[in-house]
């Protein structure tokens, strides 16, 4: 149960945009059933369905809040299926929205996720219902009741089957190599990777001698510390504030420059 005496949180993740209403009436939504709520957009520009972009979106994110935050996330292109809503449940923080994948950073990164509810209990949900708004019918309303005191077995029983979703992992193809992809664009065109930063220490620390280079689109990068590090357009790297690997374009767009996708390998290597 949430502790009643400190303002509850809800952070909100969708694909919505800002021309339609939709994120407001999700927000009319939440206060009406509890006024104390506090909420936070995370980003409602996530692209349209994109469930792993809200996946990636989430994992970077949700740590930065206080405990016992809970983060509603819709992107929900599977909307009045037979596809399940859920609330995941982890020792700090709770997380509501559909059984489609999106929360399947949340799974891998805790070491015991407490479980995962499948919600069922009609009464938290909004007294009539359309077919293509869980988002406002069902998940923010259960966001809300949450946050009101509701037990977390109230909203229905507990299932194993969740859906994940597999993201790609780093290779080891020596031991003076890192090879990893671009997994996540963003608005600047920063190419954001999987490899993380302690990957890359752990790679120099077994030869202090040697220097790191990153190789990507047969373009090899020097590391930097910092964007204005570098004065001209070419193509660099650095471990970004999420952690990260990441390659940039000094006041580019290093995506829309260098072709780079989604999916693009990205190489580091310890050179002599």
């Known amino acids: 149960m949430l502790d009643q005496n400190t303002p509850p949180l809800i952070t909100l993740t969708t694909d919505f945009g800002y021309k339609d209403p939709f994120v407001g009436?999700?927000?009319?939504?939440?206060?009406?059933?509890?006024?104390?709520?506090?909420?936070?957009?995370?980003?409602?520009?996530?692209?349209?369905?994109?469930?792993?972009?809200?996946?990636?979106?989430?994992?970077?994110?949700?740590?930065?809040?206080?405990?016992k935050t809970v983060h509603v996330v819709v992107v929900d292109p599977g909307v009045g299926s037979n596809r399940r809503p859920i609330l995941v449940i982890t020792d700090h923080h709770y997380f509501i929205g559909p059984d489609n994948g999106v929360f399947s950073l949340v799974y891998s990164s805790h070491s015991e996720?407490?479980?995962?509810?499948?919600?069922?209990?009609?009464?938290?949900?909004?007294?009539?219902?359309?077919?293509?708004?869980?988002?406002?019918?069902?998940?923010?309303?259960?966001?809300?009741?949450?946050?009101?005191?509701?037990?977390?077995?109230?909203?229905?029983?507990?299932i194993t089957?969740?859906?994940?979703?597999?993201?790609?992992?780093?290779s080891l193809p020596t031991n003076t190599t890192i090879e990893g992809e671009v997994v996540y664009i963003d608005r600047f065109g920063n190419a954001i990777t999987n490899i993380k930063g302690e990957a890359l220490n752990t790679l120099y620390n077994t030869n202090t001698g040697g220097k790191l280079k990153v190789v990507s689109k047969g373009k090899q990068t020097d590391l930097k510390n910092y964007y204005s590090e570098v004065a001209d357009k070419g193509l660099y790297s650095l471990v970004n504030s999420t952690g990260y690997l990441e390659l940039f374009v000094y006041r580019g767009n290093a995506a829309a420059l260098f072709d780079i996708k989604i999916g693009d390998i990205v190489g580091v290597m310890l050179t002599g």
């Open 113 to 158: 996720t407490l479980g995962v509810v499948q919600i069922t209990s009609e009464h938290y949900f909004m007294p009539h219902r359309g077919p293509t708004f869980h988002g406002r019918d069902i998940f923010a309303p259960a966001a809300a009741w949450l946050t009101r005191g509701i037990e977390t077995t109230k909203f229905g029983d507990m």
């Open 161 to 170: 089957d969740y859906v994940t979703l597999p993201f790609p992992s780093v």
């Open 25 to 67: 009436m999700m927000k009319g939504v939440i206060l009406k059933i509890n006024p104390k709520a506090r909420i936070v957009d995370i980003t409602h520009d996530i692209s349209p369905h994109n469930i792993r972009e809200a996946a990636l979106t989430l994992g970077m994110s949700y740590n930065f809040f206080p405990p």
